[in-house]
C-alpha cells in the first residue's frame, strides 16, 4: 500500500541537525546531566526506517492473514514516527506540555472516548501489539481479547474490522473498525510536525550566536596571547574544528622562534599573518563560522606539493602527533634537497622548530607569489 510521504523532510532534518558546527550535538551531548544526543539520533534513524518502509511498502495481500500482519507493520511504522516526533518535542521544546495532546480531529468514530493519541494506541493494540490481552478502559478488572480480523462489512469505509471480546460475561462483543486514510491522516499530522521542531533549532542556534555576538571578546596583548584567548573563545563558539586547526597552527607559528639565519623571512612571515588572526577574531565575535578569506597564508599552496605529495603529508603527521616514523629521515633528507638545504630540516629541531620552517619553505615556493 502506496503512502504519499517523502523521507525527504526527515533528510533536511537530519541536514539541519548536523549543520552549523554540530550545534546541535554540542549542545545536547550533556544537558543538565544527561546525553540527550542520543535519543536525537535515535529518533532521526527510526523515522528515517518508517517513513521509507512506508513510501516503498508492498501492495496489500488478498489473503486476509497476510494482509492483517501488513497492516499491523504499516501500523507500528506510523507508531515509530509518532513516538519519535513526540520524543523530539521532549528534547527540543518542552518536556511536559506534548503536541496533540487532546486533539480529537482525526478518528471520527472512535469505539472509546479517548483523544487521537490514545486512540491511535487502542487501534495498534487491537491490530496486532497485544491482542489478547487489552484494556481499552484502562480498568483494572475489565479485559479484552481481540477477534481474528476481517475485511469490514461496511466495503469502502473500513478496510478491517476486529471483534473485542470482555472477559465480563455480561457484556456485548464490540466491532472497531480500522480505517487506512484515518491512519495516514494521523502519520502525516505528525510527519509535519517536525517543520515546528525544525524552526525552534534554528530560533536556538539564532539565540545562541546573538548571546555569544553580545559577549566581547578580549583579546590583547601580543599575538601569541591573543591566540591563546581565542582558542578559549573558539571553544565556547561552536567549537568548530577548522578553526580551532587554524588557531592551533597559528600558536605553534607564534610561539616558535628560528635561528638568527631566519629572523627577517621569520618576523616577516608572522607580520604577514596578523590580519588573518583579525580575520579569525571578528569571525569568532559574530559566531560567523564560515571560510577564512586568508586562510592560504597558513595553508600555503605551494608549487612543489606535486613534488612532495607522498613526502609532505606523512611529514605533517609526525609534526601534528610526534609519533616515531623509521621514514622520517628519508622526508628531511626530502624537504633539504627540494630547499636546497636552506632550511637545514632536522629531526633535532623538533617539531614545532620543523613546522615553522616548513611553513617558510612553502611561503617561499608559494603559488600567490
Known amino acids: 500500500m502506496k503512502i504519499d510521504v517523502s523521507d525527504e523532510k526527515i533528510n533536511k532534518f537530519r541536514e539541519l541537525v548536523n549543520d552549523n558546527s554540530s550545534f546541535v550535538c554540542k549542545q545536547y551531548k550533556n544537558k543538565n546531566g544527561k546525553n540527550l544526543w542520543h535519543p536525537i539520533c535515535s529518533c532521526m534513524d527510526w523515522i528515517t526506517v518508517s517513513i521509507r518502509f512506508l513510501q516503498d511498502a508492498p501492495e496489500l495481500s488478498d489473503n486476509i492473514d497476510v494482509r492483517v500482519m501488513q497492516m499491523y507493520s504499516f501500523i507500528s511504522a ?43 494506541k487502542q487501534i495498534r493494540a487491537c491490530y496486532g501489539a497485544h491482542p489478547v490481552n487489552l484494556n481499552p478502559h484502562n480498568s483494572n478488572q475489565q479485559r479484552y481479547f481481540a477477534s481474528w480480523p476481517f475485511d469490514g462489512f461496511n466495503t469502502g469505509k473500513t478496510d478491517l474490522d476486529v471483534r473485542l471480546y470482555s472477559n465480563s460475561p455480561e457484556e456485548e462483543d464490540l466491532t472497531l473498525s480500522l480505517k487506512s486514510d484515518e491512519l495516514i491522516s494521523f502519520l502525516k499530522s505528525r510527519y509535519e510536525y517536525l517543520d515546528v521542531i525544525f524552526d525552534e533549532i534554528n530560533k536556538q542556534f539564532l539565540d545562541f550566536k546573538e548571546d555569544q555576538s553580545k559577549k566581547s571578546i578580549t583579546a590583547n596583548g601580543s599575538p601569541l596571547e591573543v591566540l591563546h584567548e581565542l582558542s578559549k573563545e573558539s571553544s565556547i563558539r561552536l567549537d568548530n574544528d577548522y578553526y580551532q ?53 597558513v595553508y600555503i599552496d605551494s608549487t612543489i606539493d606535486s613534488e612532495l605529495s607522498y613526502e609532505l603529508p606523512k611529514f605533517y603527521s609526525w609534526l601534528y602527533r610526534g609519533e616515531y616514523d623509521p621514514l622520517l629521515d628519508y622526508y628531511i633528507r626530502k624537504l633539504n634537497k627540494v630547499s636546497d638545504n636552506k632550511y637545514k630540516f632536522s629531526e633535532s629541531d623538533g617539531c614545532d622548530k620543523s613546522f615553522l620552517k616548513l611553513k617558510l619553505m612553502l611561503k617561499m615556493h608559494s603559488t600567490r607569489l
Open 78 to 120: 506510523i507508531d515509530i514516527v509518532a513516538e519519535s516526533i513526540t520524543q523530539l518535542h521532549r528534547v527540543f521544546i518542552s518536556h511536559k506540555n506534548l503536541p496533540f495532546k487532546g486533539d480529537e480531529s482525526i478518528f471520527k468514530y472512535k469505539l472509546f472516548e479517548n483523544d487521537d493519541n490514545d486512540y491511535f
Open 245 to 297: 586547526g587554524m588557531i592551533n597552527d597559528l600558536i605553534i607559528i607564534f610561539r616558535t622562534t628560528l635561528d638568527d639565519e631566519y629572523q627577517i623571512e621569520e618576523v616577516e612571515f608572522k607580520e604577514s599573518l596578523l590580519p588573518l588572526i583579525e580575520e579569525i577574531k571578528v569571525n569568532l565575535q559574530a559566531v560567523e563560522i564560515k571560510d577564512l578569506e586568508l586562510h592560504s597564508l
